[in-house]
């Protein structure tokens, strides 16, 4: 008998915390004694610095360090105004917390169908704003940039805010801009399975607009200007000083790490051209897309997944309810969004973490041929 684990044998993460904490084991140690040995932990000198360089990447002026990125969006929200009585019109295809932060502010999402990108349909905006629409939450999901052009002329003629949903998007482009850069905020996540993740939980809202981070800055702390004087009303979302020490680390790698999922994505392109019913993900001809998540179609998903499954390869499904189907939403389950509700059954996200090796990633795609080949599965 023998331990060995064996390529045949060996399982495929769908992402490795291990390997990445492996690799800047030195950096991020040394970052965090750093913090530890300061005594300063919350608001200090890496949140300020941290808030320098992200800026500084994105290409806006400001940037403010919070604790998470629903609360991104629920400042960026509060910042602008936006409260009771106000619609947003946003998606209902992504991480529950875009349409939670609207929540927050006691205003009310307004759900849109979503085009073949998986973002909301551009083209359906205008049909949707009413005199209480104030503002659009945009999500550039799975790592893509939306249709930017379209959402930021309707925004424009409208005068509605823009609030750019980044969670899934560090680093992405628009016509060889940023994602974060076009509407009023960018707000991010930077939960450990993103692009650019922490040890923890963490978040930021990125600006042009000094008087609007001003503002973001008072509510992450209480709604002080100074301390014990508190100008708004806030909440406490402070992003802490190890967090941010560990964000400057890593933020150093993101480029090369984004480099290494759009190469394990162009494998899965082509490897997987033309197999079976799979539909694979449609690239926006203005956008470079950071591949957050790998998402293919199939009508035999539930099939394809436990196949995997038993190969040892995991897979998930980003999301399988859409948030207006969910039951902590029941005024909105009535409303039907057909293309949405359509994809959600056919919709699987394969591993694309950095640290995945070409010999991993040709595994899964024999997996996939192999599940299509089957006389079970003709
Ligand atoms: C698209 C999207 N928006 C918002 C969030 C919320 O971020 P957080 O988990 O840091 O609150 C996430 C992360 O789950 C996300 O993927």
């Not at 500084?56 to 960026?76: F, K, M, R, T």
Request: hydrophobic share 40%.
């Amino acid at each position: 008998m023998t331990n060995a684990i064996t390529s045949e044998t060996m399982k495929i993460s769908f992402n490795n915390f291990s390997k990445l904490y492996g690799t800047e084991k030195i950096a991020i140690d040394r970052a965090i004694k750093k913090v530890l040995s300061s005594g300063r932990y919350i608001l200090g000198d890496e949140v300020a610095d941290f808030e320098k360089d992200f800026a500084a990447y994105i290409g806006v002026s400001q940037c403010v360090g919070v604790a998470n990125g629903l609360e991104a969006l629920q400042i960026a929200l509060m910042a602008a105004g936006i409260g009771p009585g106000d619609e947003v019109i946003t998606t209902a295809h992504s991480a529950a917390a875009t349409a939670l932060s609207i929540r927050a502010v006691g205003a009310k999402p307004v759900f849109i169908d979503i085009d073949d990108y998986y973002h909301l349909d551009a083209a359906k905006i205008e049909s949707a704003i009413t005199s209480k629409t104030r503002a659009i939450i945009p999500v550039h999901l799975y790592g893509q940039a939306c249709d930017m052009n379209t959402i930021m002329d309707v925004a424009k003629k409208h005068n509605l805010v823009v609030i750019e949903d980044c969670a899934q998007a560090h680093g992405a482009l628009w016509n060889g801009r940023k994602v974060g850069s076009f509407g009023t905020a960018g707000c991010f996540s930077f939960y450990p399975t993103k692009n650019l993740g922490a040890v923890g939980d963490a978040g930021a809202i990125v600006t042009h607009d000094s008087a609007f981070a001003e503002k973001c800055r008072m509510m992450r702390n209480y709604g002080q200007r100074n301390r014990y004087e508190h100008d708004v009303y806030g909440i406490n979302s402070r992003l802490d000083e190890i967090q941010a020490a560990v964000l400057r680390v890593l933020l150093k790698k993101l480029d090369r790490n984004n480099k290494r999922r759009l190469t394990i994505a162009m494998q899965y392109l082509k490897g997987l051209k033309d197999i079976g019913d799979i539909q694979l993900p449609r690239l926006r001809m203005q956008a470079d897309h950071v591949f957050h998540l790998f998402v293919i179609e199939t009508g035999r998903r539930d099939d394809l997944m436990a196949h995997l499954k038993e190969a040892g390869i995991d897979s998930l499904i980003h999301y399988p309810i859409p948030i207006h189907k969910q039951r902590s939403l029941a005024e909105f389950n009535s409303l039907s969004l057909p293309v949405l509700e359509l994809k959600v059954t056919r919709i699987l996200s394969l591993p694309v973490h950095p640290y995945l090796t070409t010999t991993e990633v040709k595994k899964v795609i024999a997996a996939i041929k192999k599940f299509y080949e089957s006389p079970l599965n003709p």
